[in-house]
T-cell receptor, first 114, second 112 residues
């Protein structure tokens, strides 16, 4: 079974520029998550999708971050405009949903904002 | 959000030694998960615990779901160099949104 795919793996941008990350979850996983992991910390949830609907985006900085999962499979996370404090690893995870809550993570995209 | 405290923050051990780390919270969780993260990679699920008091093994790894539902521990027996990495606990409140909270991590170094 293929794992969660993410691209790009690395991205360096200047502040105030925009950037987009892509995620392809494990086949058949209805739930998709985006996490932000700042260096030295555990991942923090940004947004959770169930199929193509948003379940929770309470911790997403909506003035600059947006995410979509239009067809209920792939997802994109966008930052516009980026700030220095957005430098982090952005992890995508997926799970089957239901009573099995195990989340499986992709390799992440390391973003550096200069 | 919920606060999960892991201890120790870091460990240096000799190859072959056993390792124990734990995770505590002021909140009750319905599920505890343990992940390992290697540099440049996403967290990899090691063990999932669903019931208070549950003790589960996965090879050399053993984890327990605390009776109070506010803590969990992870043991690694006979450590090997590839055990090096950061171990995260994660607590889940139950069904619903925004319910997976990660601990602060324990960085493990194994000296050959």
């Amino acid at each position: 079974e293929a794992g969660v795919a993410q691209s790009p793996r690395y991205k360096i941008i200047e502040k105030r520029q925009s950037v987009a990350f892509w995620c392809n979850p494990i086949s058949g996983h209805a739930t998709l998550y985006w996490y932000q992991q700042i260096l030295g910390q555990g991942p923090k949830l940004l947004i959770q999708f169930q199929n193509n609907g948003v379940v929770d985006d309470s911790q997403l900085p909506k003035d600059r971050f947006s995410a979509e999962r239009l067809k209920g499979v792939d997802s994109t996370l966008k930052i516009q405009p980026a700030k220095l404090e957005d430098s982090a690893v952005y992890l995508c995870a997926s799970s089957r949903g239901g009573l099995q809550h195990e989340q499986y993570f992709g390799p992440g995209t390391r973003l550096t904002v200069t | 959000g919920q606060q999960l405290n892991q201890s120790p923050q870091s460990m240096f051990i000799q190859e072959g030694e056993d390792v124990s780390m734990n995770c505590t919270s002021s909140s009750i969780f319905n599920t505890w998960l343990w992940y390992k993260q290697d540099p440049g990679e996403g967290p990899v699920l090691l063990i999932a615990l669903y019931k208070a008091g549950e003790l589960t093994s996965n090879g050399r790894l053993t984890a327990q779901f605390g009776i109070t539902r506010k803590d969990s521990f992870l043991n690694i027996s006979a450590s090997i160099p590839s055990d090096v990495g950061i171990y995260f606990c994660a607590g889940q409140l139950g069904t619903g949104a925004n319910n997976l909270f990660f601990g602060t991590g324990t960085r493990l170094t194994v000296i050959p």
